[in-house]
């Protein structure tokens, strides 16, 4: 597979037993989202909830929408994307923070 | 690079159809510009005459020609009008569907029907803000912010409004998403990134916002509407929600959105100046990642809208900071426009002084922007009349004069057909003196305390508001006199040739108006894309 990585018009098929593992890892991390709320963290709670869900995000666009058998260059914007995110979180937590 | 052609132009070329359905079944990227011009143009004006009446109402104290609910409704409609379907699109969804693809030498954009899809969006969106007007519980009377917790309150058609807004944001997405891809696809052999004209690289900076800012607004309207139905608590502070989590979340789309509404605008007064001074841009590289900066930057002094809300000082003294960041590579910018003109062979014709005047207005709003931007004299002009002029001065002055500069040098590029240029410049001048007595009282009654969104005021400030309603009508003028010239030079037959102001970017090397597919053979490119040597 990995002699394809630069070719992206190549069809790529992933095999069942990746797309099991990449559910149960899903469901996994979703199960630890409930579990947490349980957890009194205070202001973090934000902040886990939202780790969780971008390494959700994360897995779903790696191996279900096949960002790792694209261009390094669609993986850069993704990436920017998240940055970009994690940073109106964090800037709208300094008002939050400081209140 | 000159290329021959010896197809029908797009005009002449309905592709089997019939009359309007040539156009609104057409997927041909120059053809979905002018739809889009036609609508915003129809909206522009509808919306001008609104602030006309509102005008009208403040030209003396007390109630002249409407009572206060209906002036909150129209100055909501006029905003809601202006931003949601008039200054957003704008520029990009005319001028960067009309000339992005000829601009970097394609033949469409990267996808031609969620390109017409967009439009269709847009008139879907258009339609249910209109009638968010007229039907229902009466125009919203909120403002174009909706903010919480009144929105999630007022007995108005806020729903149907908010969900227009929110539609809106799709036709916004899809048309970035298009930009995206079809600078990085489909840019002529040879064009790289830095030869790439300036404009098409202000719709690429402008384009990501579109894509990654608007979903934010979109779904916190959509909270508005959840909270207005099922009273769920995310903002009323009486259902244990925060209202100041509203304006994060609105300002951290809608600041942005000024600069998908001005970014255009720059973009197209980097095309106009080097053609009329006959001259290559100076700083190429500095505009080009400017734009860059701008959006980047930009994403994050969205605070600065909300000193007085209650939000903590940490953060104001932070997005105040950042504020004046963001001014930096807008003055880059002008320091590159004037650099280009300075021993420039400069012909000042209508689109010149079109961007000329832009320079000089999104000056004024630019530095009127940095006491805003400032801690201590934001509290003192915060909701003033002072900021109705600042913002009037960037997105009228800036993007609505980028707007009319656009038109005015692309319009023989597009229809083939020259305008009277003598009725362009009367038109400019009365347009450049209303704008200026219409505003610039609103900066000084503004600092002397006059509050926005009022419909009456204290008799000191009779006398601005009464040039400032004499400059309005100055103006409505102007703008009729400008859009009639405009369209007998449709109706006229004074051809304007392929070339009439000497331009040297791709769209002035195909035939006026282009064929349906821009090119007989797509050229090849090799110079940069201002270069004025023989």
Not at chain 2, 82 to 88: E, G, K, T
Not at chain 2, 114 to 126: D, K, T, V
Not at chain 2, 200 to 228: D, F, H, K, N
Not at chain 2, 408 to 415: A, Q
């Amino acid at each position: 597979m990995e002699n394809h990585e630069h070719e992206p018009h190549e069809n790529h098929i992933t095999s069942y037993t990746t797309l099991a593992k990449v559910l149960i890892g899903l469901l996994f991390l979703t199960f630890i989202t409930v579990a947490v709320t349980g957890i009194h963290l205070g202001p973090l709670t934000v902040a886990v909830a939202l780790i969780i869900a971008c390494v959700k995000g994360g897995i779903v666009l790696t191996w279900f929408m096949h960002l790792k058998f694209e261009l390094p260059v669609f993986r850069y914007m993704v990436l920017g994307v998240f940055l970009l995110f994690a940073l109106i979180i964090i800037v709208t937590f300094f008002d939050y923070a400081f209140r | 690079m000159e290329t021959q052609n010896n197809q029908l132009n797009y005009i002449e070329d309905t592709q089997g159809r019939w009359g309007i359905f040539a156009w609104i079944f057409s997927t041909d990227h120059k053809r979905i510009g002018i739809l889009y011009l036609i609508s915003i143009t129809t909206f522009f004006l509808l919306a001008a005459l609104m602030g006309g009446l509102m005008r009208l109402e403040l030209i003396a104290p007390g109630e002249t020609i409407m009572d206060a609910q209906t002036y909150n409704g129209l100055f909501t409609v006029h905003g809601i009008i202006m931003i949601f379907l008039v200054v957003i699109p704008g520029l990009g969804a005319v001028f960067g569907n009309f000339f992005l693809p000829i601009m970097i030498g394609a033949r469409d954009v990267a996808f031609p029907r969620l390109n017409l899809f967009s439009w269709w969006i847009y008139m879907a969106g258009a339609i249910l803000a209109v009638y968010s007007q007229f039907a229902g519980d009466g125009p919203p009377d909120t403002g174009w912010t909706f903010y919480a917790p009144y929105s999630t309150e007022s007995g108005t058609n806020v729903v149907a409004a908010v969900f227009a807004a929110f539609v809106l944001g799709f036709s916004s997405i899809l048309t970035g998403l298009n930009f995206i891809v079809t600078i990085h696809r489909m840019r002529a052999p040879g064009m790289t990134w830095f030869k790439m004209p300036l404009f098409p690289w202000s719709l690429y900076a402008t384009a990501w916002i579109q894509v990654l800012a608007t979903p934010i607004v979109g779904i916190t309207l959509m909270m508005i509407v959840a909270e207005r139905l099922f009273q769920i608590g995310f903002f009323d502070p009486a259902l244990g929600g925060d209202p100041i989590l509203y304006q994060h979340l609105f300002w951290i789309y809608s600041h942005p959105a000024v600069y998908i509404m001005i970014l255009p605008a720059m973009g197209v007064i980097t095309e106009i100046i080097p053609t009329f001074a006959k001259k290559s841009i100076f700083g190429y590289k500095a505009i080009a990642l400017s734009s860059v900066a701008i959006a980047a930057v930009g994403y994050f002094v969205w605070g600065h809208h909300m000193y007085t809300s209650g939000m903590s000082g940490t953060a104001r003294w932070f997005f105040s900071f950042l504020t004046f960041i963001v001014a930096i590579p807008s003055a880059i910018k002008v320091f590159n426009w004037v650099a280009t003109m300075y021993k420039g062979s400069i012909d000042a014709r209508t689109p010149f002084l079109y961007a000329a005047t832009f320079i000089f207005l999104f000056m004024i709003g630019g530095l009127t922007g940095l006491v805003l931007g400032s801690l201590a004299t934001d509290v003192h002009v915060h909701d003033t009349s002072f900021v109705v002029a600042h913002f009037h001065y960037i997105i009228f002055g800036g993007m609505g004069f980028a707007f009319f500069a656009a038109i005015h040098y692309w319009w023989p590029k597009m229809f083939g057909k020259m305008y009277n240029e003598r009725v362009a410049n009367i038109a400019w001048l009365i347009t450049f003196v209303g704008f200026n007595v219409l505003y610039f009282p609103l900066f000084v009654i503004g600092i002397q305390g006059m509050p926005r969104r009022y419909f009456d005021y204290l008799p000191e400030f009779h006398a601005g508001h009464l040039i400032s309603t004499i400059g309005a009508f100055i103006l409505l003028s102007g703008l009729f006199l400008m859009i009639i010239n405009i369209y007998r030079a449709k109706k006229h037959v004074t051809p304007a040739g392929d070339n009439p102001w000497g331009g040297v970017t791709l769209e002035w090397q195909v035939p006026s108006p282009p064929p349906t597919l821009n090119f007989d053979e797509i050229p090849t490119i090799t110079k940069s894309p201002y270069s004025f040597e023989k």
